[in-house]
T-cell receptor, first 120, second 115 residues
Framework: GAVVSQHPSRVICKSGTSVKIECRSL??????MFWYRQFPKQSLMLMAT?????????EQGVEKDKFLINHASLTLSTLTVTSAHPEDSSFYIC????????????????FGPGTRLTVT | AQSVAQPEDQVNVAEGNPLTVKCTYS??????LFWYVQYPNRGLQFLLKYITGDNLVKGSYGFEAEFNKSQTSFHLKKPSALVSDSALYFC?????????????FGTGTRLQVFP
């Protein structure tokens, strides 16, 4: 099946520093990649939708200057948390949709294993 | 607007018994419906989806779900639960008519299977 990886799996950083998280589709080309945030015992909150070669579309309330998304290729998207603060500590998950994988809109998303960010 | 409801925060079932995890949805027009499972500190794994056709959809690990348009439901089922099925389950929906790939997720249901 389609595999999505994330790196790093865990990261601890100091307040005020920036952290980059990578999301890669390993065996398929992803039309679209999504970035989610998940708080403990809560559902996934979609942060942004990322299409290769174009600017990401951010959800309402998500600061685009704080959460920088770059989708440089059909297999790689990155999320950079800039000037991180303790309240940015969370579990960040990416997902990817198959390119040309069937009925438009009916493609399932394949999820990465997540990145646990702790800001001290 | 699209929405998904998972009315149960937790479902407890004994191993070997059938299990049901409930999901209802609201979209304009026809829906695409998905079930995902999440194990601790992991991303989501795709279980199954309904796009069109047969209302009973079979997925991974022996799970199945039935699309019921009149009740706007897509409950997840398994005839015989395993302890290893214990995890967090998410239902998700996307309206066919919506020009977006975004999924709307429910709040999740924690399934606990007891030996």
């Amino acid at each position: 099946g389609a595999v999505v990886s994330q790196h790093p799996s865990r990261v601890i950083c100091k307040s005020g520093t920036s952290v980059k998280i990578e999301c890669r589709s390993l065996d398929f080309q992803a039309t679209t990649m999504f970035w989610y945030r998940q708080f403990p015992k809560q559902s996934l909150m979609l942060m942004a939708t990322s299409n290769e070669g174009s600017k990401a579309t951010y959800e309402q309330g998500v600061e685009k200057d704080k959460f920088l998304i770059n989708h440089a290729s059909l297999t790689l998207s990155t999320l950079t948390v800039t000037s991180a603060h303790p309240e940015d500590s969370s579990f960040y998950i990416c997902s990817a949709s198959l390119r040309g994988g069937g009925l438009a809109g009916g493609n399932e998303q394949y999820f990465g294993p997540g990145t646990r960010l702790t800001v001290t | 607007a699209q929405s998904v409801a998972q009315p149960e925060d937790q479902v407890n079932v004994a191993e070997g018994n059938p299990l049901t995890v409930k999901c209802t949805y609201s979209v304009s027009g026809n829906p695409y419906l998905f079930w995902y499972v999440q194990y601790p500190n992991r991303g989501l794994q795709f279980l199954l989806k309904y796009i069109t056709g047969d209302n009973l959809v079979k997925g991974s690990y022996g799970f199945e779900a039935e699309f019921n348009k009149s009740q706007t439901s897509f409950h997840l089922k398994k005839p015989s639960a395993l302890v290893s099925d214990s995890a967090l389950y998410f239902c998700a929906v996307r309206g066919v008519s919506y020009n977006t790939d975004k999924l709307i997720f429910g709040t999740g249901t924690r399934l606990q299977v007891f030996p």
